[in-house]
């Protein structure tokens, strides 16, 4: 369960941005820059309802966007134990893989597609082989995000969920 968390956390931390043509369309059907985007800003999980010997002290997740239309992503997990795990990644919400930096060595790629202002979809990657794919969507209120995991080793095609709570 643990690695779940740390998959669902880093995946949050890689994002992928959209082409600029994206970016500016996302920016235009959303609304004007005096409106926020619904995903921009930090993250943390609610780890209430995971057992308590697999719960994090912690897990954060930092999206931020550029004009250029790319997207640093940063997430922190500090572990049951205190030891701490980040990762980041500048992407572009293209689909291409770009490498994720840091010390999580579940992942090494991500790459994301963004098909509404509200919602992320997210590829996580390991040595050119898929992990996961995840789906992350704002709440209207922008106070609360779902995170959908479907794990590619997985043969039974369970979906898991977690939830975040904005903090900033």
Do not use: C
């Amino acid at each position: 369960m643990f690695i779940t968390i740390v998959l669902a956390a880093a995946g949050l931390m890689v994002a992928t941005a959209p082409s600029a043509d994206q970016f500016v369309q996302a920016r235009a059907a959303y609304g004007t820059a005096s409106q926020p985007m619904p995903l921009v800003g930090s993250w943390a999980l609610d780890a209430s309802l995971m057992p308590g010997r697999e719960r994090p002290q912690r897990v954060v997740i930092t999206f931020r966007a550029a004009q250029d239309g790319k997207w640093t992503t940063l997430v922190e997990i500090v572990a049951p134990d205190g030891s701490t795990k980040r990762a980041e990644s500048i992407a572009a919400l293209d689909g291409i893989p770009v490498p994720v930096n840091g010390n999580m060595d579940i992942i090494d790629s991500v790459a994301l597609r963004q098909p509404a202002p509200d919602t992320l979809v997210m590829t996580l990657g390991k040595a050119g082989e898929r992990v996961s794919t995840r789906v992350y969507t704002v709440a209207k209120d922008m106070k609360s995000m779902t995170e959908t995991i479907v794990w590619s080793v997985d043969t039974r095609q369970n979906l898991e969920t977690t939830h975040f709570n904005r903090i900033d």
